[in-house]
């Protein structure tokens, strides 16, 4: 409530500005609640030239019923640091697309450390070197290593890459706002996550198919796995030309996979059933409501580590 105590008011000054400061507090927070982030421990990791983000919120994940199905996602890149990633890790990020690969990870690796003495814990990595870069200990090989950043912050990947993320440390790089900018933008059910500046189809291909004659600005996508499976995917061209032209390509590819499909899967036709795709101007937005047993028996033996890091 707010009173007028005396003529000159200005106790009811204060408490005017004392009820719009807590007003903006609770607006702050309520605005805070309704999208996710990338940590910012892990935010100016980001190696320069960065075009795709990948993240896993493991946190989050480990809060639903299908965690245990999908944690083997993470295997790869547990056996490949000796970490404890699907008890101690909060969140992944993979970062694509540039002159260089890495995971950036934040978790609880240590207690205290061994004997409370905040040391870093070991990493377990076959056939694994320590070799010394500026105020860093890499660890591993040139083909695949580990250095932590502190106690709770873990980059792997190629040496080079970690050199490189080490020595935009040092220079300071500006970190690829955009692309935070469109991860923070995601809803907090956006527990699986990717966002591009550059999207392009994989160099293998999607059903026989490598390219497209289009150009795309950007494109996000996340999975809500709480209890249903909710695929939603945004990408926008260059133009309205390019978005009529990736959905005429959806609507190929989607034909194709059809043309090809074994009575045997039924699972997958169940899925192409499910997707629902349309233009708005430049943009094409995908959508797809799945019974969760569907996507995990689709994402059954996936392992981002090595798809992302190879």
């Known amino acids: 409530m707010l009173m007028r105590v005396d003529a000159h008011g200005t106790p009811a000054i204060l408490s005017r500005r004392a009820a719009l400061l807590a007003a903006l507090g609770l607006a702050a927070c309520k605005r805070e609640a309704t999208h996710q982030r990338v940590d910012p421990a892990l935010a100016p990791l980001i190696p320069a030239g960065t075009t795709t983000l990948i993240g896993v919120r493991v946190d989050n994940l480990r809060k639903i019923p299908a ?34 690969r890495a995971a950036l990870i934040r978790g609880k690796f240590v207690d ?88 392009s189809i994989p160099e293998a291909g999607i059903g026989g198919v490598r390219s497209l004659p289009l150009t795309l600005k950007t494109a996000t996508g996340y999975f809500d796995l ?3 499976a909710a695929l939603r995917i945004e990408a926008v061209g260059q133009s309205a030309a390019d978005a009529q032209k990736l959905a005429e390509g959806i609507k190929g590819m989607t034909g194709l996979f059809r043309m090809t499909l074994k009575p045997a899967q039924k699972d997958m036709l169940a899925i192409l059933d499910a997707l629902h795709y349309y233009q708005d101007g430049d943009k094409v937005k995908v959508d797809m409501d799945l019974p969760l047993d569907a996507v995990l028996k689709l994402l059954e033996g996936l392992d981002i580590s090595g798809a992302t890091l190879a």
């Open 226 to 228: 709480r209890t249903a």
């Open 67 to 100: 965690w245990s199905k999908l944690s083997p996602m993470l295997d790869g890149l547990a056996k490949r640091t000796g970490l404890d990633v699907a008890k101690a890790v909060h969140e992944v990020v993979y970062c694509l697309g540039g002159k260089h």
């Open 112 to 199: 205290g450390g061994p004997n409370n003495s905040g040391i870093e814990p070991q990493l377990k990595i076959e056939g694994a070197q320590k070799f010394p870069y500026k105020t860093h200990t890499l660890i591993g090989q040139e083909e695949f290593a580990a250095t932590f950043f502190n106690e709770s912050v873990v980059a792997a990947g190629r040496a080079s890459a970690l050199r490189a993320i080490i020595d935009g440390q040092a220079l300071k790089h500006a970190v690829p706002q955009d692309l935070l900018d469109m991860a923070t933008a995601l809803p907090p059910e956006a527990y699986l996550y990717a966002v591009s500046t550059k999207p």
